[in-house]
């Protein structure tokens, strides 16, 4: 936490985090929603914003947006509306943006997220959908501006939260967990680098204790959690420096210049009001039936606070490692194959929150880590965690042979009988090497036999050295307490 969230100052902030939800086609039309595409590919005359062109509703957007708000606790309304919010940009054709206003289609809900081992509950305020705008590209170089239209349309599902977020850190954990939940259910990819999932944080401080809300500060441009927790950070700092000085806060609209670590003013604060909702002539209301919500619910997979309960109680997992392990479907997915073919599930999650995680890391390289694409089979992983818990190996050899399976297919049995990395618990073995290191330094020996006992994982230390990592050590704990004990 900051120095001033500490002080006289406590933080409010509430988050609108937009998901692009991944439908094939946008939202009112048949024009395909995918990223990448070259500028103004992917347009018709319905999202061109043609005279005379109807909108037609994406039915798979209304059951993904259904799927959310179950997921995330909300009421599904029966019936809710669509609304025209006007204002003009060039990127936004028609100069209305199809949105919902006073009856969004979910009221409520909470996302659970934990910070410093401490469990929160955020009281989401509603979800409605809407439509996306277009992108303006601004060429510095020619001196013009060009309107990309693809994006215009795309649907989009808009999390409010009402203002109960704390610090900086919740805010990112806020976001992190909302990701996890709209990527667990499949229906949005969560790359905030690309935009399909953004987030404004509306920031204001108060007095310590009160409970009148301050001036709300819009930030904005915020597209990694580093980003958010940097910008809220700054612009906490930013209000207490002004309010601490005598000065007033403006209403405003910021953007985070992550160059230079600062927020920038950008425009005054809109009200509602400067919108002019009002229902959308072209469409009718949205009617949910119940068989709808029930077959979404249904369907629903075991979320993933559900799941993190689950590792808690049924593996005997500590809340962290159950947070990192349900961190995406398919990491809880292959940490229960792994422990399914190997019933040892604290070693396993050692090893997948270590090793394999940072495998799956060096694999993506620069881009976004992808947990389906983990590099070892959870079979092959359980495998190797065998040969640990029957003493065919120790765990610093294991390392060795995990980089080995990395690659190649060999089965870790073979690797280790091929290339003689088997454990060593022979006890004669054992004591020449133990021989070797007692009687080369005869001063620590002197030292342990004086009261030094924490020398005795030195000992061991050196005798793992010596016999390469392959000594059992066990074995090797329990003999040189005897050679010790001289």
């Known amino acids: 936490m900051s120095h001033y969230e500490q002080g006289d100052w406590e933080a409010v902030i509430g988050m609108e985090t937009h998901v692009q939800m991944l439908t094939r ?129 795309v649907p989009l599902m808009e999390i409010v ?47 310590r204790g009160t409970s009148e809300l301050g001036t709300r500060a819009e930030v904005k441009n915020m597209n990694s959690f580093r980003a958010v927790e940097r910008a809220v950070n700054y612009e906490i700092e930013r209000q207490a420096e002004l309010l601490n000085a005598g000065e007033k806060i403006t209403q ?23 919108y002019r909702y009002f229902p959308d002539p072209d469409l009718l209301p949205l009617v949910i039936a119940d068989e709808l919500v029930e077959r979404v619910r249904a369907a629903l997979p075991e979320l993933p606070d ?6 808690v109680e049924s593996y005997d997992l500590s809340a962290y490692d159950a947070e990192v392990l349900t961190a995406g479907r398919e990491l809880a997915d292959y940490y229960e194959a792994a422990v399914a073919a190997h019933d040892n599930p604290k070693l396993v999650a050692n090893w997948v929150m270590g090793d394999v995680l940072r495998a799956t890391r060096v694999a993506a390289g620069e881009g976004e880590v992808d947990y389906s694409r983990i590099p070892l089979a ?18 610093k050899i294991a390392k060795t042979v995990f980089e080995r399976m990395l690659t190649g297919s060999d089965d870790p049995a073979d ?12 006890s004669g073995q054992l004591e020449a090497w133990i021989a070797e ?45 005897e050679r010790l004990a001289g």
């Not at 953007?255 to 400067?274: F, I, P």
């Not at 959870?378 to 765990?395: F, N, Q, T």
């Open 378 to 395: 959870p079979e092959r992983l359980g495998a190797l965690l065998a040969l640990i818990d029957d003493g065919s190996i120790s765990g």
């Open 252 to 274: 405003e609209t910021r953007l985070w210049d992550a160059d230079h670590g600062v927020t920038r003013s950008m425009r005054s604060k809109e009200e509602a009001h400067d």
């Open 161 to 207: 939260s009402e203002p109960e977020i704390r610090s900086a850190a919740e805010s990112a954990a806020y976001m992190r967990k909302l990701r996890t939940v709209v990527r667990w259910l499949g229906i949005c990819d969560g790359n905030m680098n690309e935009g399909s999932m953004r987030c404004d944080a509306n920031v204001s401080l108060r007095k």
């Open 25 to 153: 086609s946008k939202l009112f039309c048949g024009c395909s929603a995918s990223f990448g595409a070259q500028p103004n590919e992917h347009t018709c005359p319905v999202c061109q914003g043609m005279p005379g062109v109807l909108p037609v509703v994406n039915a798979q957007a209304v059951e993904y947006a259904v799927m959310a708000a179950l997921a995330l606790g909300g009421e599904v309304q029966p019936t809710s509306r669509w609304a025209r919010k006007n204002y003009f940009y060039p990127d936004l054709p028609k100069a209305y943006q199809v949105s919902q206003y006073e009856l969004p289609y979910c009221l409520g809900g909470q996302v659970t997220l934990v910070v410093d081992g401490e469990e929160r509950n955020i009281t989401l305020t509603r979800i409605h959908m809407e439509e996306d705008a277009g992108k303006n590209i601004h060429d510095a170089h020619s001196g013009f501006s060009y309107v990309d239209l693809n994006r215009a349309g």
């Open 415 to 426: 690797i280790v009988k091929r290339e003689g990395l088997a454990q060593v618990s022979d």
């Open 437 to 481: 290191v007692v009687d080369g330094n005869p001063d620590k020996v002197e030292d342990y036999r004086g009261g030094r006992d924490k020398l005795l994982g030195w000992f061991v230390g050196q005798v793992m050295q010596l016999s390469r990592g392959q000594a059992n050590p066990g074995e090797v704990n329990r003999l040189l307490r």
């Open 306 to 311: 559900a799941r993190r309960a689950r590792f």
